[in-house]
């Protein structure tokens, strides 16, 4: 384009000095001088801008756009299934450690219990071997008693502390001091009426029937009282069918309260029927396991 323009200019230029000439030569003589002064045009003062319009001035036709060919994307390889993420295996439990023998068993099982006994009861506690439910516990107590007789440190009879409070459990233990009464069936009879009595008051509980353990054979042979080893086993039988007849529970005496002779073992107690703390707490989780057993 540019060199076009050019060409254009040059001719332009051309005609413009013949014409002048011509002029010169009709109207003037020969000799007229030219203004020195009058400058020479420059091509581009008489050189008029191409108008955007003139056809051959197109803009040059731009390429056909070739197809870019499409891009693939790159197969990548297949992602191979990564392992499930197992979380890291924890060590092997150990066992358990041996239990302390002093501990005992959970005694939570009593949080809701009464227990209503004699003085062999009475150890349970003032020794702290049993340290929940609450104890209505007196020396000397007995089937009859237990309607008039307050428990050791209270002033009102224990039937009537017994209302005083909601209870989930009573566990009872009697025949201790009626081992000399002349009739058995009597005293069955009045614990049964007592049962009655406590269901009066606690509709909803569970009754547990303890067992009476052995005496020693020391002790058994030399008593005056009725209480030795020959009335204690007929007294348990007794009482066991009691408490199948009455659907409570019945507490059997654990084995390691009786000798291979069946008596109390010598070293459990120094009277000879009153445990050592020993057996008291081997007794106390015995019980705790019953009650937790038929809870």
Request: a negative charge; glycine letters at 6%; aromatic letters at 8%.
């Amino acid at each position: 384009m540019k060199k076009l323009i050019s060409i254009i200019m040059t001719i332009a230029v051309l005609a413009g000095v013949m014409l002048l000439g011509a002029c010169r030569g009709k109207d003037h003589p020969s000799d007229t001088v030219v203004d020195i002064n009058t400058p020479v045009p420059q091509a581009t003062s008489v050189v008029r801008p191409v108008p955007t319009d003139v056809p051959d001035f197109t803009e040059a036709p731009t390429p056909a756009p070739t197809e870019v060919p499409v891009e693939t994307e790159v197969p990548t390889e297949a992602p191979t299934k990564q392992p499930d993420i197992t979380e890291a295996p924890t060590e092997a439990p150990t066992e358990a450690p041996t239990k302390d023998p002093n501990e005992g068993e959970d005694q939570s099982v009593f949080d809701d219990a009464a227990f209503i006994g004699n003085s062999l009861f009475v150890g349970l506690y003032r020794f702290g071997v049993i340290t929940h439910g609450d104890f209505f516990t007196k020396e000397g107590l007995n089937i009859n008693t237990v309607y008039t007789d307050p428990a050791d440190g209270d002033s009102i009879p224990i039937m009537d502390m017994l209302a005083q409070k909601e209870y989930g459990k009573v566990i009872l233990f009697f025949g201790t001091n009626e081992l000399g009464w002349p009739s058995y069936t009597s005293f069955i009879q009045k614990y049964s009426d007592l049962l009655d009595e406590i269901w009066k008051i606690h509709p909803q509980a569970k009754l547990f029937i303890v067992g009476i353990p052995p005496v020693t054979k020391a002790y058994s042979d030399k008593s005056t009282n009725g209480v030795n080893l020959a009335n204690i086993n007929k007294m348990n039988n007794m009482l066991e069918q009691l408490a199948d007849r009455r659907s409570v529970t019945y507490v059997k005496v654990p084995k390691d309260l009786i000798s291979d002779t069946g008596y109390l073992p010598d070293e459990a107690s120094s009277d000879g029927i009153h445990f050592n703390l020993k057996y008291d707490r081997i007794w106390a989780d015995h019980i705790a396991r019953t009650v937790r057993k038929a809870s």
